[in-house]
């Protein structure tokens, strides 16, 4: 085990990649020399070369199309969109072509792409820079979409994207790129947990809480908190966000049969309407309220001075969980 | 794969010609001119540089490539009468784009890729292509026809100009790869607009890998005119890219041959990439569903009908005392046989199964879709015990 920072997580994961497959290439604007403006892809063309980790110019719809093609001809395109906000010049080639090539073909054509998104807030950028743009990708059939929330899985789950035969969209939450963590180098992918799966982050009997990516943080913090009033929160992080993990999250909301969805993104179409229709008709009867969704507003990501206002933080969700237990909350005597 | 017979030799003892001085340097040696071997009346036009690349180019295989476009033409007719009778949902006819099509397929190896837009069915033909999988997603059946790794032409591309992408990036793999294989991306005029071409140019001279760029210019995206794509000659915008570009008479089988060739030659030498304008003329609408009636003149249909590439091709021959009758019945034959298979294969084609539908979504199982799946097919299911007559 060694303590990395989400961003080493995931450059330890690239470079096991990297390693472990010579058809693994790594696309973007500025992942060479600097190493990305994160530094994720820090030191990987030093050590693999300018055609391995490839320094495109600067054309969002030419990184994934020419991905389309590599991947045509055998290779395992690793892309990455510098920042959420840049991801629409993209988005033709995502939807049309690599998400849908191999039904386009019988299943003649793979694509095995991966495409690495830092998203979310939180860190006082400009307009374009915090961004979740998930759901558009979510309600793409063809695409699979993971997000992670610790350096743990980050690492792993990044591998398992890249190996994979299907298309992934990686969401970074570029917030927790300096949070520190266990990882497990030696960890076994054979063996590690499919990455369509969810996982209970903390156990709860009380409210199912449900999130993903840069929240998942916030709400172990919501569990500790509410433990103190004497509720139980369990708090599923989603991992996988097409396909949800339906049965995990059903079988914590018959227990608990209370349900709380949080995230960045907007709300209306958002994932917390999915995962609130599809639970409510999978296990209606167990359901004691209405789900809850905390969520950014119907807005265009604020302006910086405002972002704390706009993004669900630890009293916003607490007030949630109020309100599917029936506590006195902020919505308290409001009709619908 | 069908027999590349006219597969350019480069390396190889019969053909020694050298590039006749298209380099980055020199990008534009054509100087706007349009290269042309053949004149639309069918006289054999010399042209010392551009000769070379056609010198082994026998009678014989001339009159394959009668019989290729003919064949082709022939397809395409029956393809547009099995839409008009009903078996076809839609079809996009490439008359009048014959010559282009077949002299850029068939100087293309076997281990080349080629990208190729809705409308490229003569270059899909070119790569063995069977004429019923040409039609297959017209029909309704499939999204697309044929196995692309048995061919090597990727699925047929609707997105006007994603495919020069594509291309692109296939040739950085070839590159990666140590090969001197080519990728093909073919499109028209009304695609050198979008963006994805503009972007794949960029791509291609930055890391000068081994693509061509085929854009027939068949004056026409549905109803605008070229003139509306752009202020200048099409072949004059790869220059601003640093991207060698030829302007050649697409309607001219020969000439396309040639500057295909010189185009996969430097390619294949680590030249890196070649912008080629094939200008012809889209005789028919853009689709079954169109109606150019509405928007161009039947003057501009009559000129180009005087530069048809068959009849033009047909008349060399005849000079050349090629035409003989058995050539010429042995190529009706063909074209004949090939579009009576191809309306039996339609017509006997089996529908899908409803529950296809979810087939091929992911390669991997996926947990919603076979969620739905299952869902539908219990639903279908239901109606199995009816006693309703025509419940489905």
Known sequence: MSKLTFARAINAGLRKSLENDPKVVLMGEDIGALGGVFRVTDGLQKDFGKHRVVDTPLAESAIIGTAVGLAYRGYRPVCEIQFDGFIYPAFDQIVSQVAKMHYRTQGRVKMPITIRVPFGGGIGSPEHHSESPEAYFTHTSGLRVISVSNPQDAYTMIQQAIASDDPVLYFEPKRRYHDKGEVDETADLSTALSMEKSRVVSPGSDVTLVTYGPLVKTASDVAMAASDEGISVEVIDLRSLAPIDFPAVEASVRKTGRLVITHEAAQSGGLGAEIAASITERCFNYLESAPVRITGFDIPYPYSKLEMHHLPDLDRILDGVDRALGRGNSLSGLEG | ?392
Request: net charge negative; with cysteine.
């Open chain 2, 1 to 392: 794969m069908r027999s590349t017979v006219l597969t350019d030799k480069a390396g190889q003892d019969a053909y020694k010609a050298p590039n006749p001085g298209i380099s980055a340097e020199n990008p534009r040696r054509t100087g706007g001119n349009l290269v042309q071997l053949i004149s639309p009346e069918g006289e054999r036009i010399s042209h010392p540089e551009f000769d070379l690349w056609v010198s082994d180019v026998t009678d014989e295989q001339l009159c394959s490539l009668y019989e290729d476009m003919t064949v082709i033409r022939r397809i395409d007719s029956e393809a547009t009468a099995l839409q008009r009778q009903g078996e076809l949902a839609l079809w996009p006819p490439l008359l009048g784009q014959e010559a282009s099509q077949i002299g850029s397929g068939r100087a293309l190896r076997d281990d080349d890729f080629v990208f190729p837009s809705y409308r490229d069915n003569g270059v899909a033909y070119c790569r063995g292509v069977e004429p019923t999988d040409l039609v297959r997603a017209w029909r309704g059946n499939a999204s697309s026809g044929w196995d692309p790794y048995r061919h090597n032409i990727a699925t047929q591309q609707i997105i006007i100009g994603s495919q020069s992408l594509h291309a692109t990036g296939y040739a950085m793999g070839i590159q990666h790869d140590g090969a001197d294989s080519v990728a093909v991306a073919f499109f028209g005029d009304g695609a050198t607009s979008e963006g994805d071409v503009n972007e794949a140019m960029v791509f291609a001279a930055s890391f000068q890998v081994p693509v061509v760029f085929i854009c027939q210019n068949n004056h026409w995206a549905i109803s605008e005119p070229v003139r509306i794509q752009s202020h200048i000659q099409i072949a004059d915008r790869a220059s601003g890219f640093g991207i060698p570009s030829m302007r050649v008479d697409g309607n001219d089988v020969l000439a396309v041959l040639a500057v295909t060739r010189i185009a996969l030659d430097r390619a294949r030498k680590g030249g890196g990439p070649t912008f080629i304008e094939a200008v012809t003329y889209r005789m028919g609408p853009h689709t079954t569903a169109d109606d150019p009636t509405r928007y161009r003149d039947a003057n501009e249909l009559e000129d180009w009908a005087a530069k048809d590439p068959i009849a033009r091709l047909k008349a060399l021959l005849r000079t050349k005392g090629l035409l003989t009758e058995e050539v010429e019945a042995r190529t009706q034959a063909k074209a004949d046989e090939v579009a009576r298979n191809l309306r039996a294969g339609v017509i006997n084609m089996p529908d899908p199964a409803p529950l296809d539908l979810f087939n091929h979504v992911y390669s991997t199982p996926n947990s919603w879709i076979e969620r739905q799946k299952d869902h539908y097919s219990r639903y279908l299911e239901s109606f199995s015990g009816s006693t309703q007559e025509g419940a489905l």
